[in-house]
């Protein structure tokens, strides 16, 4: 029972060493807006900021994505954590544009190395059996850690002086607290090598799991492109076309979205991957009709909707995403397969952005979001119909 209570208290640290770690890679979205006016510039450079950061996750998924295997979970948390710092330091000196890219680009890399390592530490540190519990607090604090820094810097910034600098000074000391409990637990990986044993690891896609691969991918894309838009130009939209000025309830609004995604997760475990995935597209598409209204008819409800279902959709279907591709998978291939879902996962957060920010020049911000919502509206659907023929039993 001690050995037990010992185990679940490490999960839980490892948890929340997980939850300061990926809190800081939203911690900048309600704080767009005063970037705006303190630089002027465009929403084109607020979408390139934000889309920096999935490059930076990239990069590292292909270069070292199996880095915790080969070095220890330890050793690749605590790089993950430097980074995070050096992420802070850059928005705490920013004076210039530069400042910003190289804070996103750093937090890219610190969410790279922690989004497969401390989900595997967060399972391994729990007690035997516990493996069911562990997972959902790896998914609990992966997410909500996600949620938590929107939340954490819009009420900074609303209530509390210096709000371009204490989010980042708070995040830092969280950052440094951190390191000390990962100090503290112990190594879970027994046969570790020399950090120059890691090795670039290229995604792969065997013939065998392409038909269950393009609607896991397409869905997990219009996803993460949902969480992507909404974190870089819903501040934005909120101060300018709703009049809402509050950067706590910015901050809120985009926390909602990923709340709402850790239920979704959950709720896969009940429905299943088979039904979770076009559930999950189904509940998805309803998120961005929601979105689209809330854009079109300028009402804070709809938006406040649009996280709340969005994000459960986004939930559903990528959870289940995971699980079918992985399933599909042949094992000595998993690792590879999954790394090519996250590349496209994480595709859909910049890319899609980025054309946001290149229309609302000429479309404004409600033209060029509604643009991108139909696109989406698009992917969705189409990988919607693809599944349910695919679960339609054959006509003998």
């Known amino acids: 029972m001690a ?23 939203t911690l900048p979205t309600p704080l767009y807006p005063l970037y705006q006016e303190k630089f002027g510039f465009s929403e084109l450079t607020v979408t390139v900021v934000y889309a920096v950061y999935a490059f930076g996750v990239i990069g590292v998924l292909l270069l070292a994505g199996n880095a915790s295997d080969t070095i220890g979970r330890r050793p690749t948390l605590l790089w993950g954590l430097g980074f995070a710092a050096a992420s802070a330091v850059c928005f705490l000196c920013a004076d210039a544009l530069g400042w910003l890219y190289a804070g996103r680009l750093l937090s890219g890399f610190s969410a790279g190395l922690f989004t497969g390592a401390a989900t595997a530490y967060v399972m391994e540190l729990a007690p035997p059996g516990g493996a069911s519990r562990a997972t959902l607090v790896a998914t609990a604090a992966n997410m909500g850690g996600l949620g938590c820094g929107p939340l954490l810097a819009g009420l900074l910034a609303e209530y509390a002086p210096e709000p371009l600098l204490l989010p980042f000074a708070v995040h830092l000391a969280l950052v440094t607290v951190s390191a000390g409990v990962l100090l503290w637990l112990p190594e879970t990986v027994e046969e570790r090598q020399p950090l120059s044993s890691v090795r670039p690891q290229r995604p792969a896609l065997p013939a065998q799991v392409r038909a269950v ?3 896991a991918a397409i869905a997990s894309f219009a996803g993460f492109a949902l969480f992507g838009v909404f974190t870089s130009v819903s501040p934005a939209f909120l101060a300018r076309y709703l009049h809402v000025d509050n950067h706590a309830v910015s901050g809120l609004v985009v926390a909602l ?10 709720a896969a475990g009940h429905f299943g991957a088979a039904r979770s995935l076009p559930l999950g597209c189904a509940v998805l ?7 689209a209204g809330a854009m079109y008819a300028e009402l804070l409800v709809l938006v406040v909707l649009s996280a709340v279902v969005g994000g459960t959709g986004q939930g559903l279907a990528f959870r289940a995403a995971l699980s079918a591709v992985a399933a599909a998978a042949p094992p000595d291939r998993r690792a590879a397969v999954i790394s090519a879902l996250f590349v496209v996962a994480y595709t859909g957060i910049s ?15 409600e033209g060029a979001g509604l643009v991108f919502i139909a ?14 023929r695919r679960m339609r039993p054959a006509v003998p």
């Open 351 to 365: 890319i899609p952005v980025i054309g946001v920010g290149l229309l609302a020049d000429p479309l404004g911000l």
């Open 213 to 215: 691969f393009v609607p």
């Open 375 to 388: 696109c989406m509206l698009a992917l969705v659907a189409s990988a919607g119909v693809y599944l349910l």
């Open 257 to 266: 979205a990923f709340f709402a995604s850790t239920a979704g997760q959950l």
């Open 285 to 291: 598409f309803v998120g961005l009709v929601l979105l």
């Open 3 to 25: 050995d037990d209570r010992q185990g679940w208290l490490r999960c839980l640290l490892g948890g929340a060493v997980f939850v300061v770690c990926m809190a800081g890679t």
